[in-house]
C-alpha cells in the first residue's frame, strides 16, 4: 500500500491505462455511478456515461486515507466482496487508497510509518474515510492505535484532511456500540470532528457506489454533494425505501406477511408487520442493490428492514417491532394498515352505510316525485280521503 503512495499524481485515465483496465470496464462502472446517482451530483448531471467517464478521466487519483475504529469491518467487505472481482479492482484503481489497515501488509511500526507516511505526502488534499464508531468515555480508553486513544488519532488524522467522509452506521452516529447502555461512550464522527465537513453515508453495511461517488464528484468537481439535515448525501438518501419498494403493491393493497413461512411471505406479500422500517427509512437500497446481483438487499431476501440509515431507528428500535408510518399510507379507498385481510374497517363501513342509505332515500323520493308511476298514484290514493267518509261522518253529526 505504501509504495502506492504519490500515484495519484497521474490522472485517472493514465493510471487505467497503466494497470490495463479497458474502456470498456471503465464505462460500465460510469454507467453504475449514473445509477447510483441519478441526480444531486455535477458529475453525473452529464448526458452519458461516455461523458461522465471523459470527465473522471481528466481527474488525479483522489488519495483515500482509510482508518479503522469500533467496526466489524463489513462497509470494507462490501466494498471488496462485489460479484465481479473486477469491479473491486477497478475501485481501487479509480482512487489511491494509500492507507488501510484490512488490506495493507504492513503492521506495528511499519503501518504506522505508513500511515504518518500518506498523511505528510498528501497534507490538506486526502479524503479520509472512517469505518467505526469512536469510543470516548474515559478519554477514549477503550480503543487505542499505536498506544494512542482511537479519538486522538481521529482530530490528529482528520484536521490534515481536505474532508472526512463517516462510512456506515457506526461511524455516522455510533451504531451497534452505541447501542444502550453504550459502555464504551460510542460517538459519530461528525460529533467529534466538528470543523471540518463531514458527509455521513450511513448503512449496515452501506453501498460502496454512494462512498465512490462522492469521492470522484470531490474530486473532478472539487466540492461535496449536497447533503441534507443529517450530512447524507441527498443523491443516496432523499427517498424512502418504501417508495421503491418491489412489495409497495400488497401495502397499497392490504396485504401483509403475518409470519415468516406463511403464505404470505412467500408469495411476497408486505413486511410491515414483521417489522420492516422501509415506510420511515431514507435509502436507495431498493433501487441500487448489493453485489452486483438483483435482489440482494435484505426486503428483497425476504428480511424487513432494519432501519439502519436512520439514527432514531437503527439499533434503537427492535428488529420486529414496528414503527409509526406518516409519510405513506394506503389509498382511502383500500383496506387501513391495522385492519385484517378481507374485513372492512369502521370508517369505511360508516361511509358505505351513507352512501346506501342515500342512494336509497334518493330513490325514494324521486318514486313519490314522478307523477306518472303507480307508486306515486297509490300514495296519493290512500293519503286523501273518500268523499264516501267525509259525508258519512258529517251525517251522523
Known amino acids: ?45 452529464k448526458a452519458t456515461a461516455q461523458e461522465v467517464a471523459n470527465t473522471i478521466a481528466k481527474a488525479r487519483r483522489p488519495s483515500v486515507i482509510w482508518l479503522h475504529f469500533q467496526d466489524c469491518t463489513g462497509c470494507s467487505e462490501t466494498l471488496l466482496r462485489t460479484s465481479r472481482p473486477d469491479v473491486a479492482d477497478l475501485i481501487l484503481n479509480v482512487i489511491s487508497l494509500d492507507y488501510h489497515e484490512t488490506l495493507m501488509a504492513a503492521s506495528g511500526y511499519q503501518a504506522e510509518a505508513a500511515l504518518k507516511q500518506a498523511v505528510a505526502e498528501n497534507f490538506g488534499k486526502f479524503v479520509l474515510v472512517v469505518e467505526g464508531s469512536i469510543p ?18 481521529l482530530k490528529d488524522v482528520g484536521r490534515k484532511s481536505a474532508a472526512v ?39 449496515c453495511p452501506t453501498n460502496p457506489y454512494n462512498l465512490l461517488a462522492v469521492v470522484l464528484e470531490y474530486a473532478t468537481m472539487n466540492r461535496l454533494p449536497a447533503l441534507d439535515e443529517f450530512n447524507r448525501p441527498k443523491f443516496a438518501f432523499d427517498r424512502h425505501i418504501h417508495d421503491h419498494c418491489p412489495r409497495r403493491a400488497h401495502f397499497d393493497a392490504g396485504r401483509f406477511a403475518k409470519e415468516f413461512g406463511d403464505d ?24 441500487r442493490h448489493f453485489n452486483e446481483v438483483p435482489d440482494v438487499w435484505p426486503i428483497g ?33 383500500l383496506p387501513l394498515i391495522n385492519s385484517r385481510i378481507g374485513t372492512i374497517g369502521t370508517a369505511a363501513a360508516a361511509m358505505a352505510g351513507v352512501i346506501a342509505g342515500g ?26 280521503p273518500s268523499n264516501e267518509s267525509t259525508t258519512g261522518k258529517t251525517g251522523n253529526e
Open 264 to 287: 404470505g411471505h412467500r408469495e411476497g406479500w408486505c413486511l410491515y408487520k414483521l417489522g420492516c422500517k422501509g415506510p420511515v427509512t431514507h435509502a436507495a437500497c431498493s433501487t
Open 136 to 153: 470516548t468515555k474515559e478519554q477514549g480508553r477503550y480503543m487505542k492505535l499505536g498506544g494512542r486513544p482511537a479519538i486522538e488519532v
Open 301 to 333: 431476501i425476504g428480511a424487513p428492514c432494519v432501519g439502519c440509515t436512520e439514527k432514531s431507528v437503527a439499533f434503537r428500535v427492535p428488529i420486529f417491532e414496528t414503527v409509526d408510518i406518516h409519510a405513506a399510507t394506503p389509498p382511502e379507498a
Open 359 to 384: 342512494i336509497g332515500g334518493a330513490a325514494l323520493m324521486a318514486s313519490r316525485r314522478l307523477p306518472g308511476s303507480k307508486d306515486a298514484a297509490a300514495e296519493a290514493k290512500t293519503e286523501e
Open 165 to 203: 467522509i463517516a462510512m456506515g452506521s457506526c461511524a455516522a452516529w455510533g451504531g451497534v456500540p452505541s447501542a444502550d447502555p453504550n459502555p464504551t461512550g460510542a460517538q459519530g464522527v461528525d460529533s467529534i470532528l466538528t470543523e471540518k465537513p463531514v458527509v455521513n453515508i450511513p448503512g
Open 1 to 45: 500500500m505504501a509504495n502506492e503512495i504519490g500515484s495519484q499524481s497521474l490522472t485517472i485515465e493514465q493510471h487505467l491505462k497503466e494497470c490495463g483496465v479497458s474502456r470498456r470496464s471503465f464505462l460500465q462502472l460510469c454507467t453504475a455511478l449514473m445509477v447510483t446517482a441519478p441526480v444531486g451530483l455535477g458529475l453525473t448531471s
